[in-house]
């Protein structure tokens, strides 16, 4: 009889011990499913999230921790690290209004102002992402002068100016910003022809923006430009080039044709781009180019009114 009494204790014991462990294992459980009412415990730290391997899209959660890293560290090498991660984040619709509404349009535009130029040139990156969303760009125009200073002052074809110029290209999509330009409409066109091949493009599609609406039409046949402007109507020069000053010349020449400007006599100033886009040498350019080898090319210059 003590034999079986001690065996049956025996048993109900291991029962118990059973029945613990499985409370512990589903308390457990529960946890990593978020069991409502419990905290969960972040899986990664903010500077986890920096890492190069880590590819998902963050979350709410995620974003405010790596914008408080941010905010709070001198290490230059987190600094770019976060830069990163939060650009990528950036390129998806959702997280631009997320990073907008948790605060870190100004906290990523501060680090424009660093003297580390990697540094600067993610933060460029990131607001040049952020400012697809509109409502983000009411935001990042404070920063257009500073960058503008930036891109025209920085070292020539550097990653800095580059990305400089992708956000002005970006925040001048629409009208609502480009009037901030106007001051440096002449700093735009002896970048565009000092520049190499990408500053140059790049460049032309932020001269492209502004040319297709007619109240920057003025500011830009006003602008003070040098004779060699002319050379990029060459019929050698890369297509990706021509196309976009042909493209440049319409649209300026569109825009005066709506407001009837074409009618009178101008008031611009020898030595302003209207004076080179409509005397002799450029129209000979143009005669010569209806001739051009590239189907493109000849199709363009026949859309531009004049020829």
């Given at each position: 009889?003590?034999?079986?009494?001690?065996?049956?204790?025996?048993?109900?014991?291991?029962?118990?011990?059973?029945?613990?462990?499985?409370?512990?294992?589903?308390?457990?459980?529960?946890?990593?499913?978020?069991v409502p009412g419990l905290r969960l415990r972040p899986s990664r730290s903010a500077e986890?999230?920096?890492?190069?391997?880590y590819d998902d899209i963050l979350n709410a959660e995620q974003l405010q921790k790596l914008?408080?890293?941010?905010?709070?560290?001198?290490?230059?090498?987190?600094?770019?690290?976060?830069?990163?991660?939060?650009?990528?984040?950036?390129?998806?619709?959702?997280?631009?209004?997320?990073?907008?509404?948790?605060?870190?349009?100004?906290?990523?535009?501060?680090?424009?102002n660093n003297p580390n130029q990697s540094i600067k040139e993610k933060a460029l990156n990131?607001?040049?992402?952020?400012?697809?969303?509109?409502?983000?760009?009411?935001?990042?125009?404070?920063?257009?002068?500073?960058?503008?200073?930036?891109?025209?002052?920085?070292?020539?074809?550097?990653?800095?100016?580059?990305?400089?110029?992708?956000?002005?290209?970006?925040?001048?999509?629409?009208?609502?910003?480009?009037?901030?330009?106007?001051?440096?409409?002449?700093?735009?066109?002896?970048?565009?022809?000092?520049?190499?091949?990408?500053?140059?493009?790049?460049?032309?599609?932020?001269?492209?923006?502004?040319?297709?609406?007619?109240?920057?039409?003025?500011?830009?046949?006003?602008?003070?430009?040098?004779?060699?402007?002319?050379?990029?109507?060459?019929?050698?020069?890369?297509?990706?080039?021509?196309?976009?000053?042909?493209?440049?010349?319409?649209?300026?020449?569109?825009?005066?044709?709506?407001?009837?400007?074409?009618?009178?006599?101008?008031?611009?100033?020898?030595?302003?781009?209207?004076?080179?886009?409509?005397?002799?040498?450029?129209?000979?350019?143009?005669?010569?180019?209806?001739?051009?080898?590239?189907?493109?090319?000849?199709?363009?210059?026949?859309?531009?009114?004049?020829?």
């Open positions: 009889m003590g034999g079986a009494r001690d065996v049956g204790w025996l048993a109900a014991g291991l029962v118990l011990a059973a029945g613990a462990c499985y409370c512990f294992y589903r308390l457990t459980r529960g946890r990593r499913r978020g986890d999230l920096t890492n190069g391997s914008l408080y890293l941010l905010e709070s560290t001198e290490d230059p090498v987190i600094i770019e690290r976060a830069l990163v991660t939060l650009g990528n984040n950036a390129a998806f619709s959702v997280n631009q209004v997320m990073i907008r509404e948790l605060g870190g349009i100004p906290i990523i535009g501060s680090k424009i990131a607001l040049n992402n952020l400012s697809v969303n509109v409502e983000n760009q009411i935001k990042i125009k404070v920063y257009v002068s500073q960058v503008c200073e930036d891109v025209f002052s920085g070292p020539l074809n550097s990653a800095v100016q580059l990305a400089g110029l992708r956000l002005l290209t970006n925040m001048t999509v629409t009208n609502d910003h480009q009037h901030m330009l106007s001051s440096y409409i002449t700093d735009l066109f002896h970048l565009l022809l000092t520049g190499n091949g990408s500053t140059k493009v790049q460049v032309l599609k932020l001269l492209l923006n502004l040319s297709e609406n007619p109240a920057m039409t003025d500011g830009l046949l006003g602008a003070k430009v040098d004779s060699s402007f002319l050379s990029l109507y060459d019929g050698h020069v890369a297509k990706e080039i021509l196309l976009r000053v042909l493209t440049l010349f319409q649209n300026i020449t569109t825009c005066l044709e709506k407001e009837g400007h074409l009618a009178i006599q101008p008031t611009f100033t020898e030595g302003s781009l209207f004076y080179l886009l409509y005397g002799e040498e450029c129209a000979q350019k143009m005669r010569a180019l209806v001739y051009h080898h590239d189907a493109d090319v000849k199709e363009k210059v026949t859309m531009i009114p004049k020829f």
